[in-house]
């Protein structure tokens, strides 16, 4: 089973690359923004209590984000493999998945980071804002605050993925596909070692 973490911070491209990825090695796509967003939408109590901590510029507390997560797995226990986009933010949600994944025998094949600086973070947040209408890509304290937030939570994260040699980097700035054909190198090779 081929599972992949896409890292980067908000607005880094993680949402159109996993399509690009999903179409290509057949995974199935794990955004914690996309089952939180149907979480809050559904008016659930753990959509009301995501939303609440999200329109603070916070992270979702683990065991709301890892139950999600875990149902989908279950549901998909067939499936070629997983995406991962937006989650594991931190070292426990990492070592949370890790024993989530083993219960289900598999594991992460790699992470892989888009790299962005934080000031094309912003402008391509506040551009997103202003076509999506989602509120937390309007205001620009807010995307800092939530910029800042990814920056101090999740460098640990890639350093525990690089202690188990699964961590890649590939610039998130230039062209949609010279992004997609990087990430695809690095996953072809992790699936060539499997």
């Not at 888009?114 to 989602?134: H, K």
């Amino acid at each position: 089973m081929l599972n992949i973490v896409l890292f980067g911070p908000p607005g880094a491209g993680k949402g159109t690359q996993s399509q690009k990825l999903i179409e290509k090695y057949d995974l199935i796509h794990l955004s914690t923004g996309d089952l939180l967003r149907s979480e809050i939408a559904a008016g659930t109590r753990l959509g009301l209590e995501a939303k609440k901590q999200m329109d603070n510029g916070l992270l979702v507390p683990d065991e709301v984000v890892i139950g999600m997560i875990g149902n989908k797995v279950k549901e998909h226990r067939h499936a070629a493999g997983f995406i991962f986009d937006g989650f594991p933010r931190t070292v426990p949600q990492a070592q949370s998945l890790d024993k989530l994944l083993q219960e289900n025998g598999t594991e992460i094949s790699c992470m892989i980071a888009l790299r962005v600086d934080d000031e094309e973070l912003t402008q391509r947040l506040l551009l997103r804002g202003q076509t999506s209408g989602r509120p937390d890509d309007q205001n620009e304290e807010l995307i800092r605050k939530r910029v800042q937030e990814y920056n101090t939570k999740t460098a640990p994260v890639a350093d525990y993925y690089a202690g188990q040699g699964k961590f890649r980097t590939v610039d998130g700035i230039g062209e949609i596909d010279d992004i997609f054909h990087a990430l695809c190198q690095h996953i072809d090779a992790v699936k060539d070692r499997q």
